[in-house]
């Protein structure tokens, strides 16, 4: 069990700018979160899929953000025309179906937008 | 969106005295959870708690799902110096699909 693992660890960007980041969850687990977290909060949820399905989207989820998981393994989050407002850790968690309320998280990846 | 109250927001202890703290919702969760965050890492699972008013421990770790479903403790014992961090709690309710709700964080630090 290798754990959930995220790349990359780091983002600076330019506002307005593209950008990509990828979540690897446990091999055996068919249920990947995404959460943000910015700094003294606590995580808040985005978006969650059962292997390739996404079920759920968060209000916080604005149309410049969008996530996949084609192959109900990794999952990408992307957004678009990067805003200073999206300076945050974006943090990926996965779970057995059985057991959703066991979210095992990543270790993040840090965005900064300037 | 919402997030759990938690309290205290920080305390700093010395190093072998036991540490509580609590969580509270306006609302039911159907479960609980307790994490613990180091600075630039991920949360990491501690305690999960799944029936009211049950009891569970992981070591030094303690915690209890509150007989009204709207709370959660947890207990440190005997602290030593990499029990600091940021303590989180997380409830899950059926209603809400399967989200974690997240508190605000209790930051420990302890004094060797």
């Known amino acids: 069990d290798t754990g959930v693992s995220q790349d990359p660890r780091h983002k600076i960007t330019k506002r307005g700018q593209n950008v990509t980041f990828r979540c690897d969850p446990i091999?055996?687990?068919?249920?990947l979160y995404w959460y943000r977290q910015t700094l003294g909060q606590g995580p808040e949820f985005l978006t969650y899929?059962?292997?390739?399905?996404?079920?759920?989207k968060s209000r916080l989820l604005s149309d410049r953000f969008s996530a996949e998981r084609p192959k109900g393994s990794f999952s990408t989050l992307e957004i678009q025309r990067t805003e200073q407002g999206d300076s945050a850790m974006y943090l990926c968690?996965?779970?057995?179906?059985?057991?959703?309320?066991?979210?095992?998280f990543g270790p993040g990846t840090r965005l900064t937008v300037t | 969106g919402q997030q759990l109250n938690q309290s205290p927001q920080s305390m700093f202890i010395q190093e072998g005295e036991d540490v509580s703290m609590n969580c509270t919702s306006s609302?039911?969760?159907?479960?609980w959870l307790w994490y613990k965050q180091d600075p630039g890492e991920g949360p990491v699972l501690l305690i999960a708690?799944?029936?009211?008013?049950e009891l569970t421990s992981n070591g030094r770790l303690t915690a209890q799902f509150g007989i009204t479903r709207k709370d959660s403790f947890l207990n440190i014992s005997a602290s030593i110096p990499s029990d600091v961090g940021i303590y989180f709690c997380?409830?899950?309710?059926?209603?809400?699909?399967?989200?974690?709700?997240f508190g605000t964080g209790t930051r420990l630090a302890v004094r060797p």
């Open positions: 968690a996965s779970s057995e179906s059985a057991r959703s309320y066991e979210q095992y």
């Open positions: 091999s055996e687990h068919n249920r």
């Open positions: 609302s039911i969760f159907n479960t």
């Open positions: 708690l799944y029936k009211a008013g």
């Open positions: 997380a409830g899950q309710r059926q209603s809400s699909g399967d989200k974690l709700t």
């Open positions: 899929f059962q292997n390739e399905a996404q079920l759920e």
